[in-house]
């Protein structure tokens, strides 16, 4: 963590020295020292942190070095604040910057004594530094000591101790891998085992290398623990060790002094005419798998390799080749969690009554990680089955046993590696998931613009800052450390989440180091220096101190809906959290912004979203920093023409609340002459110009008129929505090639052949969604149009009568839904040309249709068109609800 913070100031340092070297005058000299200072050291921290849990000393340093980072933060935000120039014009602007520069003066010298305060602290930090380098940076830099590497693999011979009866869920997966290794391919082979620690990668590769069938097919066998701390030649003469003793023959003398190449050829030459089976348990990085892949012969003999990893593109890259093979694993279900759980706990005899309540409760903690319910299994067999308080406890107690000195350390250990293992940045990003409560869908849109309104985005030419956040969430997904849970047709990532016992381990690493704190009433004690605070469902009266929270840099409410008043956070604001960059208010109860927020020099991400706040202030003209604007959810229907100051806005997301009867109440709000003059604006209403685009009119009667007034910058787009009349579909919608999903509602688009034809130009349109979109009697799907499109919903087309879809049309598409068109009495002509159908949905269609399909002949003309669909569904609206009726089966029997 110190790694990180240290890593994020160096950055901030280096474009102060670059940017603002001018207004930094005298005090240039000491900037520069403290980053030259915190640069060289910043090298051995990762080492640092890594020992720091067995050795107080080293870890009181890191704990030195992080408050030093922080307070060197603390003083140049201070700065900017102080020295920033409005843009005041005239006599009143001229008396302004008299009246801030005798101001500054006072300002300039307090910040030079603390910037001189910190500069005797890093040189005291540093000297220290020096001692600890000696003592321990040499043997370390560029690879880790033999005492870290062999209690990473303590670590994981734990993984192991699950014994052969406790087993639950692994027979399908043991006998699918082992019909990988068995089938008769003669090229070296290698199958990939995934997932997240605890998961049961190891345990998985350990049953099926021990398997008798497996061990008889190979001449040669080993199995080499990896590790993070990879070294090449430790890990080739560990192999050559067991090769050797296999064969019960001494390992050649010679061995010892060989460099890597020699060694490989040694390996190399040895199991050329061996049939050998390897396993790589552990491996963390594609360099070690492309170093080790080098060793191994392919000798046309059927040799295998077993590799288990935590991340998804080394599992990748050792599987390039059609034959090799991943295995992604899965948490246990529910029914395998709730037996594993029961013959760990009650040795098979089944869970007491009295206690199936509490128990379903911490099953659901671990969600299906067999570890995780192993060891939650064998704190539980220790406590008195009749005293259920004392298994309450356990549950209750659930954060404070992962937090090293409780029963589940083992665990909490084995998913530090991952935490250990990410680069600085990706560290601040997952540790600030942590102001999340415990199953809160995580908005991906969301934290990507927290993480880049908190400076966690280290900027790259030619990629935006949204491109990066989301390359960074994507690398966390790739480490298995963040969980996917919801995506769009597209692909696109939509909600996130994050394993139980892996959010309890960043929410104790996060408040132990003061970097988010989690306050669940006011009773709670707030550390004064934490930079991230979450308001989990607050309720109370305030602590002492509760406004003096000077170093914040976000707040989150989540579940205040009652307390968060206007009243409260006018005190919690005034005179405390100056440095504020993110303040996120969703569902607070608030009539009107309070006039803090708009003294927030640093505010760069505000969200309202849910609040009852229905007008924008002028005021919002001062927070000339603010990038991201969230007005979601609120009855705000105009925004101020002071809007136009904020150059730096890059999203504005404002839609308001209404009668769902009305489509139009959904949607939209006026927006000032001159918005296009925010240059900097990529996402406007719930859009991102570089990835998406909401546009919506506010009557009904009202018609878009997008031929000309859109942004050219919207090359990238790849989503689409547009509510409201058109005259016709705009030329740049057609030009969007990248384009992946098109929501047009209420276009109502006049009868023409290309009016919705011309849509099947866009060459990776994968969703077509049409709400009201079309006014025309007959609707066609000519030929070679619609190439990628995978699903199609027609919706309240009510003049429609018939749809054809031509041979060639849409060859991929996977789902069709017609709802709401009532003229139509027959099926859609040419659906047998749609060979990769898998669903066809009429819902809220005529009598005379439904009654047709329900009803078919085998050796009608329709049923040869529907026959080859695998689920053909019917639906009514019924009392609020759809009542569908799946047809399929009626279908098959004819």
């Given at each position: 963590?110190?790694?990180?913070v240290?890593?994020?100031?160096i ?5 102060l020295l ?7 005058g005298?005090?240039r000299?000491?900037?520069q ?33 992080r408050?030093?980072a ?12 102080r ?10 602007g001229r008396?302004g910057?008299?009246y ?29 530094h020096?001692r600890?380098q000696s ?41 699918e ?16 085992v ?5 998961l ?7 049953k099926v ?9 190979f ?27 296999e ?5 050649p003398?010679?061995v ?12 190399k030459?040895?199991l ?5 089976i ?12 492309e ?24 599992a ?6 059609f034959?090799?093979?991943i ?12 037996t594993?759980?029961c013959?760990?706990t009650?040795?098979?005899?089944g ?9 379903r ?14 060891t ?6 220790l ?40 680069p600085?940045?990706?560290?601040n990003?997952?540790l ?12 991906v849109?969301?934290i990507l ?22 390359r ?16 769009w ?18 929410v ?6 003061c970097f ?12 004064d ?18 406004s003096?929270?000077?170093?914040l840099?976000?707040?989150?409410t ?14 919690f ?8 960059k ?12 309070p006039?803090?927020?708009?003294k ?28 991201f ?49 925010l ?12 990835s ?5 009119s ?13 942004s ?27 384009l992946g999903t ?15 034809g ?11 969604f ?5 006014e025309?009697e007959?609707l066609?799907?000519?030929?070679g149009?619609f ?30 839904a ?9 099926l859609?002509?040419g659906?047998?040309n749609?060979?990769?159908l898998?669903?066809l949905r ?9 009654h047709?399909?329900?009803n078919l ?6 049923y ?7 689920q ?7 009392n609020?609800?759809?009542k ?11």
């Amino acid at each position: 963590m110190a790694e990180s913070v240290v890593g994020f100031l160096i950055k901030q340092l280096s474009t102060l020295l670059s940017q603002e070297s001018t207004l930094l005058g005298g005090l240039r000299p000491d900037v520069q020292f403290i980053k030259d200072e915190l640069g060289d050291m910043n090298a051995f921290l990762r080492q640092a942190e890594a020992k720091e849990d067995n050795d107080s000393q080293l870890q009181q340093w890191v704990k030195q070095v992080r408050e030093v980072a922080y307070d060197t933060e603390d003083v140049l935000d201070d700065f900017a604040i102080r020295f920033a120039h409005g843009d005041a014009d005239g006599f009143f602007g001229r008396v302004g910057k008299i009246y801030n520069s005798i101001k500054n003066l006072k300002a300039r010298h307090r910040i030079s004594l603390e910037i001189k305060d910190i500069k005797a602290r890093v040189v005291e930090v540093s000297a220290r530094h020096q001692r600890y380098q000696s003592l321990y940076g040499t043997q370390e830099i560029g690879s880790s000591s033999s005492h870290v590497a062999s209690a990473d693999c303590d670590i994981r011979d734990q993984a192991l101790l699950i014994e052969e009866a406790k087993l639950v869920g692994i027979d399908q997966p043991k006998k699918e891998l082992i019909s990988k290794i068995l089938d008769d391919h003669s090229h070296l082979k290698v199958v990939s085992v995934v997932g997240m620690g605890g998961l049961g990668k190891t345990t998985l590769a350990k049953k099926v290398y021990d398997d008798a069938a497996v061990k008889k097919q190979f001449q040669s066998h080993a199995w080499i623990t990896v590790s993070q701390n990879f070294q090449f030649k430790v890990i080739i003469k560990n192999l050559i060790q067991q090769l050797y003793e296999e064969i019960r023959q001494p390992v050649p003398p010679q061995v010892d002094s060989m460099d890597g190449i020699r060694l490989s050829e040694f390996v190399k030459d040895f199991l050329k005419e061996r049939r050998y089976i390897l396993v790589l348990d552990d491996l963390w990085t594609i360099d070690a798998w492309e170093a080790i892949k080098y060793v191994l012969p392919d000798c046309n003999i059927a040799s295998r390799v077993v590799l288990t990893t935590r991340i998804t593109d080394v599992a990748s890259a050792s599987c390039l080749t059609f034959h090799n093979f991943i295995h992604k694993m899965s948490p246990l279900s529910y029914e395998d969690s709730w037996t594993l759980l029961c013959n760990r706990t009650f040795q098979s005899n089944g869970c007491p009554s009295n206690l199936e309540e509490v128990c379903r409760k911490i099953l659901k903690k671990c969600e299906g990680l067999p570890l995780g319910i192993v060891t939650m299994g064998g704190v539980l067999a220790l406590k008195d089955k009749d005293k259920i308080d004392e298994w309450e406890m356990i549950f209750r107690g659930f954060g404070s046993e992962v937090d090293g000195s409780g029963k589940l350390d083992r665990i909490r250990k084995i998913l530090l590696l991952s935490y250990s293992d990410l680069p600085h940045h990706l560290k601040n990003c997952l540790l600030y998931l942590s102001i999340y409560p415990e199953d809160h869908p995580i908005d991906v849109d969301e934290i990507l613009g927290k993480w880049i309104a908190l400076g966690f985005i280290e900027e790259e030419e030619g990629m935006t800052a949204t491109d990066i956040a989301m390359r960074y969430l994507k690398e966390l997904v790739n480490r298995s450390l963040i969980q996917v849970k919801e995506t769009w047709d597209d692909g696109k990532l939509v909600n996130c989440g994050l394993h139980d016992f892996l959010r309890e381990i960043i929410v104790l690493k996060s408040k132990e180091r003061c970097f988010t704190t989690i306050a669940t009433g006011y009773s709670t004690r707030w550390p004064d220096k934490v930079r991230h605070l979450a308001i989990h469902n607050f309720t109370g009266n305030p602590p002492q101190g509760f406004s003096s929270l000077k170093c914040l840099r976000s707040v989150e409410t989540f579940g205040n809906e009652d307390s968060l008043t206007t009243s409260f956070l006018s005190k919690f604001l005034c005179g405390g959290p100056k440095f504020l960059k993110v303040l996120n208010l969703t569902g607070a109860e608030l009539d009107n912004i309070p006039k803090e927020v708009f003294k927030l020099f640093h505010l760069q991400y505000l969200d309202l979203s849910g609040t009852r706040v229905k007008i924008i202030p002028k005021s919002i003209g001062q927070l000339q920093n603010l990038e991201f604007l969230i007005l979601a959810e609120t009855t705000i229907m105009e925004l101020p023409v002071e809007i136009l100051k904020l150059r730096k806005l890059r999203s504005l997301n404002l839609y308001g609340i209404g009668d769902y009867s009305n489509n139009f109440a959904l949607w939209g709000f006026k927006s000032p002459d001159g918005i296009g003059k925010l240059t900097s604006l990529e996402r406007l209403h719930n859009i991102e110009a570089d990835s998406e685009l909401h546009i919506c009119s506010i009557k009904e009667e009202e018609t878009l008129d997008l031929q000309h007034s859109v942004s050219p910058r919207l090359g990238f787009l790849t989503r689409l929505w547009l509510n409201g009349h058109l005259e016709r579909v705009p030329e740049w919608v057609i030009s969007l090639q990248y384009l992946g999903t098109l929501v047009l509602l209420n276009s109502e688009l006049s009868e023409d052949e290309n009016a919705i034809g011309c849509l099947g130009h866009l060459p990776n349109l994968v969703h077509l969604f049409l709400l009201r979109a079309y006014e025309g009697e007959t609707l066609c799907f000519k030929a070679g149009r619609f190439q990628k499109l995978q699903r199609l919903d027609l919706v309240q087309f009510q003049r429609l009568k018939w749809v054809r879809v031509e041979e060639a049309s849409m060859p991929n598409l996977q789902e069709f839904a017609i709802v709401g068109s009532k003229l139509m009495t027959g099926l859609p002509l040419g659906l047998q040309n749609l060979i990769g159908l898998k669903f066809l949905r009429l819902f809220d269609m005529c009598d005379e249709l439904i009654h047709k399909v329900q009803n078919l002949d085998k050796q009608s003309e329709d049923y040869q068109t529907i026959s080859h669909i695998p689920q053909v569904c019917t639906g009514h609206w019924i009392n609020g609800d759809w009542k569908t009726e799946i047809l399929s089966e009626k279908i098959g029997k004819g």
